[in-house]
């Protein structure tokens, strides 16, 4: 499976883009997607995911309300939407999918996903 993240660039504090996350190759019949960031120095962390095919969805704390992930169909590309940005959200965020492979599973944890995108990078200015 190939990841393909879009979407990032420069924007001042409050304003909003839309990143794109487009996959090619292996489908899988239940999945999750996901969008995680990091920012230099800090660890990845989980920023929003949606399973395929429910479409529910999960955000870390401090995305929820500001961010939306969604996906319109099966071949759509993940798309997450961020509104009132700030400069703490700059970062590369990337894209991953894993396989629903367990009853229950945690989409919040980097270890659930088996395939990586590289990234786009989002820069919030102030």
């Known amino acids: 499976v190939q990841l393909q993240a879009s979407g990032g660039g420069l924007v001042q504090a409050g304003g909003s883009l839309r990143l794109s996350c487009v996959a090619s190759?292996?489908?899988?019949?239940?999945?999750?997607m996901g969008w995680f960031r990091q920012a230099p120095g800090n660890k990845r962390e989980f920023v929003a995911a949606?399973?395929?095919?429910?479409?529910?969805?999960w955000y870390g704390d401090s995305e929820q309300g500001r961010f939306t992930i969604s996906k319109d169909d099966a071949r759509s590309p993940v798309y997450l939407q961020m509104n009132s940005l700030k400069p703490e959200d700059t970062a590369i965020y990337s894209c991953?999918?894993?396989?629903?492979?367990?009853?229950?599973?945690?989409?919040?944890?980097?270890?659930?996903?088996?395939?990586w995108g590289q990234g786009t990078l989002v820069t919030v200015s102030s």
């Open positions: 949606i399973n395929w095919p429910g479409r529910r969805t």
């Open positions: 991953a999918v894993g396989r629903v492979r367990a009853v229950f599973m945690d989409p919040r944890r980097e270890d659930e996903y088996e395939f």
């Open positions: 190759g292996r489908t899988f019949s239940s999945y999750f």
